[in-house]
């Protein structure tokens, strides 16, 4: 089955950038579309973006909406998302999910239940300092 693996977490500073990285094994993301979730401290896991099955559609929260950047390679079997101009706020755990799809175009939706996402990664590390 599918295997999800974040990376590029760390520390950084407020306004710096990081860009994580999902790398997939094990089967193809081309039948899947890929949210970015994150769990900041004291809150609960959500979706903040997300990207279609062909990759052609990409969907932001408003707190990351012109910060964030979603893109997909399927031919590398990656998802990577670039984080500009970071924030304190920023901080916090954050994880790749892949949901299923039965045609190459899906539209993605971060919003909806955590449960139907199939696939997920354990997570990676964001720490924004002041």
């Known amino acids: 089955q599918l295997q999800l693996v974040e990376s590029g977490g760390g520390l950084v500073q407020s306004g710096g950038s990081l860009t994580l990285s999902c790398v997939a094994s094990?089967?193809?993301?081309?039948?899947?579309?890929i949210s970015w979730f994150r769990q900041v401290p004291g809150k609960d896991r959500e979706g903040f973006s997300c990207?279609?099955?062909?990759?052609?559609?990409?969907n932001y929260a408003d707190s990351v909406k012109g910060r964030f950047t979603i893109s997909r390679d399927n031919a590398k079997n990656t998802v990577d998302l670039l984080m500009n101009r970071l924030k304190p706020e920023d901080t916090g755990v954050y994880y790749c999910?892949?949901?299923?799809?039965?045609?190459?175009?899906?539209?993605?939706?971060?919003?909806?239940?955590?449960?139907?996402?199939?696939?997920w990664g354990q997570g990676t590390q964001v720490t924004v300092s002041s």
């Open positions: 999910a892949a949901r299923r799809v039965t045609t190459w175009y899906r539209s993605c939706n971060y919003g909806g239940p955590q449960h139907d996402y199939d696939y």
């Open positions: 094990g089967d193809t993301l081309d039948y899947a579309t």
């Open positions: 990207v279609s099955s062909d990759g052609s559609e990409t």
